[in-house]
């Protein structure tokens, strides 16, 4: 039997900021959130904070969702590593162009694929043995493929590669890949609204609630009107006031 | 066995251009070319077409290719209807994020999936019907995962799309997909500069050269510039002077 | 005086489409919204028009904005050749990233600006008199500034482009402009919907309805949920139920 | 006379990178050049560094560039608050779709408007002393044109608003603004390619100039490929063989 990769998402990179000297301004917040509020408090000059209701970086954050100018929040970026995802959740993720991603190639890469169950197969183990099994046989086809390929290709490194990304056809959907995904928090609420709810792809749904777990240790205002509950079949679903589904 | 498909593209959609009727200008070129030189002049208010080398339609076009002003090629449009493309490509196709994509969905169709088969693999018999058993037995599995989780799940709507969204991680990156893919001129030019080259994957490379051969039907001049040579292994790739190949 | 300029908006190209012949589908509109019930269908191979309530182009695409599928909308284009718009209105629709603009230099043309009076100061003669005038006076320092530019730094052509490029910085933000500028319907509607409303820039706000108005001409049903209403003020607003405003 | 502004720039965010603990992988770079290296890495999982010759940051991220593999480039991110930049040259920036633009509104801001002089202006006291009285003269029109529209529309918020919105339209291209910028490394090293060079308008070119000296502190091989040359009239153009112009 082939092995099953579980989701693994972790932040790697982040947006570090620092307030310009000459400004007379300064925050109760940090890194990604205070830039945002410095980005929109140059827009008007109001680094005197005039309004008292939105004195503090929460209060403004908050604000400039309920006006939705979003723009904003394009200022501040994120970056995931991701493991543990299928070929099919990818091809659904690359939908969403104003991220910038680098995924693991198949054509060089050189291990045993393992693959990601969907939820609906992982959580019955009779379906489950009949994935991996079928994953393990397409394996071991791949093998038989590439082999007859190099043999009749060559073993050139561009024969090598020909015959990689055509042995790989045979690979499944479920195939395990790897990805780091950079993205504004513009886009990123965008991904979640869009993705998180009731009736997304669960793999794509679990990610999603993933990465927002992960950026709301960063920036817990940015990400905090995202209200996160629990489904009948035990899955979760994320949803805000502020940001359109689609 | 599963069935091959073949690769199919038309075009279906493209610019059609009226100038407007008082401006004193007319051109020896229609629709999309006609257009570019339009949008050309209109930055300078050249008119009345006062450098004699640039006063025919192909003449302008190939000016605006040579001093590089690449985002007038951003006023035409073309799209195509693709059949007979293996998800294995599309996953590649969608990183090119300046298309617009509409893809058939694997959640809610029905017949039995044909599959792509790259090249290399389809010019040898024994390795066509190694993929092709393959696929039919994927097919087999599919439909059973398929019959057990909606047995498993119920037949409401919402069930019926889990249960085709988790059967479908077993299908091969081979699988056929079908799209419709609109783009400005611009971006099919980058789209075949990148992927048309010897270096390409196969199956995208042969999709590049034939939207090629389209557009070229269209806009003569404003392709006119990719050179198309054969391959020692008998397959195409094209290259221009004009656009880079990333 | 200077001379005010009035604004001029002309739809000067659109998307023509003809469907594949070997797909055995009609329906009972053209051209752009033809193309995109066509894109909708091939998302799910309903080209048999399973669902009665949607068996017309006009209930199909209405559909599609219900669900919010605005990515069909991408495929259908149109383009604008604008007149009689401020530098300070362009400025502000550069904005607006998905579309293509080609807009007229003010380091290459020659003539006498003319200038658009913002509404406010268009409708009050004397105001309009103290702006005319004050552009009047502008267009000779710019004529002077150029004289003695092009004196300094000589005849050829970069050091010509030169002086005009720092002669215009004394133009004002009246200063006429014209433009090239395409976007698919979906980026259009959007515009639409965040320029339109009644807190926008009064001189966007007009274009907006003007454009909306020609787009309606050639697709109503697309931009047919556009509600247009007149303000107190005598200038107009649109909304629509399934466009966010930002 | 109006006051002159100075260009000031200032690198105010920047990506903050910690590879994830559980890869067996470190590198003697920090920050965006480490995180390029770690996507990259991850495309082809040779976190052992299997090539000795790119072994070093340095020698990888400059492999990077020699193969053309852009979007790696698109992971670090870098923001900049720009002060004494003319709204011409903010004008032309915005063309640059990629990067995210938060900018001083003319519409809400109180102070005399300061300007910039371009170069070719700022370098001729008589010429600089006829635009900054130019200035002037408009900023009393402006004020002029500004009470009358108040007295006009009543002083109700969006009176105001729209009364300031309004008399801004006298306001010459010279006008100062400010932004904060934010782009990835593939927008910075495509901006600078584009308006570095020898023809690129002077203000700009300056801006670029100063961004590209500001970003290789951050970033010495990201940005390290660009050649700082000085023109004949002594202002300062880069280009590197890595980067396309347009």
């Known amino acids: 039997m082939s092995r099953a990769a579980k989701l693994d998402v972790a932040l790697i990179a982040a947006t570090r900021f620092q307030a310009p000297e000459d400004v007379d301004w300064s925050t109760d917040a940090e890194g990604p959130e205070a830039l945002i509020e410095f980005a929109g408090r140059a827009c008007y000059e109001t680094f005197d904070k005039p309004n ?19 723009a904003l929040f ?6 995931m590593y991701i493991r543990g995802i299928s070929r099919a959740a990818t ?68 024969a090598t590669r020909q015959a990689r990304q055509a042995a790989r056809y045979v690979l499944p959907a479920a195939t395990e890949s790897r990805m780091v995904v950079t993205g504004n928090y513009r886009t990123w609420r965008h991904f979640i609204a869009a993705r998180a709810t009731e009736h997304a792809d669960v793999e794509l749904r679990t990610l999603a609630i993933e990465c927002l777990r992960l950026l709301r240790v960063e920036a817990p205002t940015a990400f905090g009107d995202f209200d996160i509950s629990t489904l009948a079949d035990g899955t979760e679903m994320a949803t805000s006031p502020y940001v359109a589904e689609f």
């Open 52 to 70: 008292p209701r939105t004195a503090t970086n929460a209060a403004y954050v908050r604000h400039i969702m309920e006006v939705g100018h979003a």
């Open 74 to 79: 394009e200022h501040a970026t994120a970056t």
């Open 91 to 158: 091809h659904e993720f690359l939908r969403h162009r104003h991220f910038s991603f680098s995924q693991l190639s198949q054509r060089f890469t050189h291990d045993e694929p393992t693959v990601v169950l969907p939820p609906a197969i992982a959580e019955d183990e009779e379906l489950s043995r009949l994935m991996l099994n079928a994953a393990q046989d397409l394996a071991f086809i791949h093998d038989d493929l590439l082999g007859a390929l190099e043999e009749k290709l060559g073993t050139n490194p561009l």
